[in-house]
């Protein structure tokens, strides 16, 4: 069974600056799919990014973007130019097939 | 706004009862999922419906059933509930079968059980 672990329930960073949520993730397949949602306190599920496993070029939306090293298995989350707005929680997921698995999700604070 | 809707927002109800979860996914989208979140199991699966058949089965238990409508909106019904039945309920959609695309989340239905 896939398996997605996000190691860092809580982390916080400063207005502005720049900030890495750790992504790890279990599979023996070589096709699956990446994802990063953002979950605000509304508890709205909000995709951020999204994956392929077979592109190499790491994916990037405007002030987001991922580090995917797929030998590593490893999804990393770069927020750049932390805003206020970017308090949430941030969840990875790994979907496959008819299993989709999420990680415990992260916490991240922005802090002015 | 993801464009999927679901009805209602909150529901408070009493164990044993039974309830109704309503989803409308996003226009053109064929695919509807259901997930729960608790603070104790996380984000978990339950069901995959596409046009209308049931695709695929996760975490859900017999308790639950759900099912898609012509129309391709959703409805999960729970019944004999528990006070571990308290969570969030997510309906999503996508546009494919095979699970290769997006899926876009709804606000969520939080069941409260007393």
């Known amino acids: 069974a896939q398996t997605v672990t996000q190691s860092q329930p809580e982390m916080s960073v400063q207005e502005a600056e720049t900030v890495t949520l750790s992504c790890t993730y279990d599979?023996?397949?070589?096709?699956?799919?990446l994802f990063w949602y953002k979950q605000p306190p509304s508890r709205q599920m909000i995709l951020v990014i999204r994956q392929e496993a077979y592109k190499q070029q790491n994916a990037t939306e405007n002030r987001f973007s991922v580090n995917f090293q797929k030998a590593a298995k490893s999804f990393s989350l770069k927020i750049s130019d932390s805003q206020l707005g970017d308090t949430a929680m941030y969840f990875c997921a790994f979907m496959r097939g008819n299993d989709m698995r999420f990680g415990a999700g992260t916490r991240l604070t922005v802090k002015p | 706004d993801s464009g999927v809707t679901q009805t209602p927002k909150h529901l408070i109800t009493a164990t044993g009862q039974r309830v109704t979860l309503r989803c409308s996914p996003r226009?053109?989208?064929?695919?509807v999922y259901w997930y729960q979140q608790s603070l104790d199991q996380g984000l978990q699966f339950l069901i995959q419906y596409y046009n209308g058949e049931e695709r695929a089965k996760g975490n859900i238990l017999e308790r639950f059933s759900a099912q898609q409508f012509p129309d391709l909106h959703s409805e999960l019904n729970l019944s004999s509930l528990e006070l571990g039945d308290s969570a969030l309920y997510f309906c999503a959609s996508s546009a494919d079968r095979a699970n290769k695309e997006t899926q876009y989340f709804g606000p969520g239905t939080r069941l409260l059980v007393l």
């Open positions: 599979t023996s397949e070589n096709n699956y799919y």
């Open positions: 226009s053109g989208d064929l695919s």
